[in-house]
């Protein structure tokens, strides 16, 4: 079975005369027969795709190669979203914010986790030899995360650390309010539309837990807000237009809201499908979640939503 690199040097594939005992990281690398029991203990849940069941020959080259670089772009970002919750995590703490804050982002922590291995192993049950026919698409790069470290409070402070909300407010409306909110409509089209039962067992799997982040970021940023100073405010308002746009580049695939405004999209199974969405779907979803769930829920905190909507065209 093939490997998703990632890492310094990882478009070459393994470097096994510059490192014959431990070469290339790869995403889905054993580690010892004891911290794989432990793994498979904390993070897999049953069902478990069967994905030796899978039948590649029933499928032709082309569809598999398609669903796979899809499969593969969902595991780095799933990859990333590991990243973004361990910073999250780190700076709640540092924040002093209540355990019942950390609790649930350590089952976050847990389900990307999850969510990066099966994506991963989906790409690679479509395509097993991709990641050395076609090394980039399938790489892992060092994760980013889409803002600035966070700050650090005074150690000695009994102030509470106003300038961490602030910061953790963008992220936690980032990754979960916007982030796991788009995941949700996107993962059950995914779902819908693959006629193949390991693909669509893989997105129910991750499906079902994107409706806990999601609910956890809204939650989240719900205690945060009342706790942001006017700096704070003005910083999260700042923010906004930015995160709207990173995510129409991101999502709605070159598509602006004029070129599916009125378009009717179906949802169904219908030719073989692996686990794919067209560029349309992508974007009909991107817009009509903004639209009906992530808009609405930022008004609702009295964040001026409108306004950042209508700014972040400048920044498309």
């Given at each position: 079975?093939?490997?998703?690199?990632?890492?310094?040097?990882?478009?070459?594939?393994?470097?096994?005369e510059?490192?014959?005992?431990?070469?290339?990281?790869?995403l889905?690398?054993?580690?010892?027969?004891?911290?794989?029991?432990?793994?498979?203990?904390?993070?897999?849940?049953?069902?478990?795709?069967d994905?030796?069941?899978?039948?590649?020959?029933?499928?032709?080259?082309?569809?598999?190669?398609?669903?796979?670089?899809?499969?593969?772009?969902r595991?780095?970002?799933?990859?990333?979203?590991?990243?973004?919750?361990?910073?999250?995590?780190?700076?709640?703490?540092?924040?002093?914010?209540?355990?019942?804050?950390?609790?649930?982002?350590?089952?976050?922590?847990?389900?990307?986790?999850?969510?990066?291995?099966?994506?991963?192993?989906?790409?690679?049950?479509?395509?097993?030899?991709?990641?050395?026919?076609?090394?980039a698409?399938?790489?892992?790069?060092?994760?980013?995360?889409?803002w600035?470290?966070?700050?650090?409070?005074?150690?000695?402070?009994?102030?509470?650390?106003?300038?961490?909300?602030?910061?953790?407010?963008?992220?936690?409306?980032?990754?979960?309010?916007?982030?796991?909110?788009?995941?949700?409509?996107?993962?059950?089209?995914?779902?819908?539309?693959?006629?193949?039962?390991?693909?669509?067992?893989?997105?129910?799997?991750?499906?079902?837990?994107?409706?806990?982040h999601?609910?956890?970021?809204?939650?989240?940023?719900?205690?945060?807000?009342?706790?942001?100073?006017?700096?704070?405010?003005a910083?999260?308002?700042?923010?906004?237009?930015?995160?709207?746009?990173?995510?129409?580049?991101?999502?709605?695939?070159?598509?602006?809201?004029?070129?599916?405004?009125?378009?009717?999209?179906?949802?169904?199974?219908?030719?073989?499908?692996?686990?794919?969405?067209?560029?349309?779907?992508?974007?009909?979803?991107?817009?009509?979640?903004?639209?009906?769930?992530?808009?609405?829920?930022?008004?609702?905190?009295?964040?001026?939503?409108?306004?950042?909507?209508?700014?972040?065209?400048?920044?498309?």
């Open positions: 079975m093939g490997t998703l690199y990632f890492g310094a040097g990882a478009a070459e594939g393994p470097a096994e510059a490192a014959p005992d431990f070469g290339v990281p790869t889905l690398d054993g580690v010892s027969e004891r911290l794989g029991a432990m793994h498979r203990h904390q993070v897999h849940r049953d069902p478990w795709p994905f030796a069941a899978f039948d590649r020959d029933a499928y032709p080259f082309a569809l598999r190669r398609a669903a796979a670089v899809q499969w593969a772009g595991a780095r970002n799933e990859h990333g979203s590991v990243h973004q919750f361990s910073a999250l995590l780190h700076a709640f703490s540092e924040a002093r914010a209540p355990v019942e804050m950390l609790g649930p982002l350590t089952r976050l922590l847990t389900d990307e986790v999850r969510h990066a291995e099966l994506c991963a192993a989906m790409a690679l049950a479509c395509d097993p030899e991709g990641p050395e026919r076609e090394p698409v399938f790489r892992f790069a060092v994760p980013r995360a889409p600035r470290d966070a700050p650090r409070p005074a150690r000695d402070s009994e102030e509470p650390p106003v300038r961490l909300y602030a910061w953790a407010a963008d992220a936690v409306l980032t990754a979960c309010c916007i982030g796991e909110t788009l995941s949700r409509p996107l993962l059950a089209a995914v779902e819908t539309v693959a006629t193949e039962p390991t693909a669509a067992a893989v997105a129910a799997q991750i499906l079902r837990d994107e409706h806990l999601a609910s956890f970021g809204w939650e989240a940023l719900t205690w945060l807000v009342p706790r942001l100073d006017d700096e704070g405010r910083f999260l308002r700042e923010q906004l237009p930015r995160r709207f746009a990173g995510f129409e580049r991101s999502t709605a695939c070159g598509l602006r809201a004029e070129d599916v405004v009125d378009q009717e999209l179906v949802i169904a199974p219908g030719e073989p499908n692996l686990g794919t969405l067209t560029k349309q779907a992508y974007a009909v979803i991107f817009f009509a979640t903004f639209e009906q769930e992530i808009l609405p829920g930022l008004r609702a905190l009295d964040l001026d939503a409108d306004w950042a909507w209508s700014a972040r065209l400048s920044l498309l």
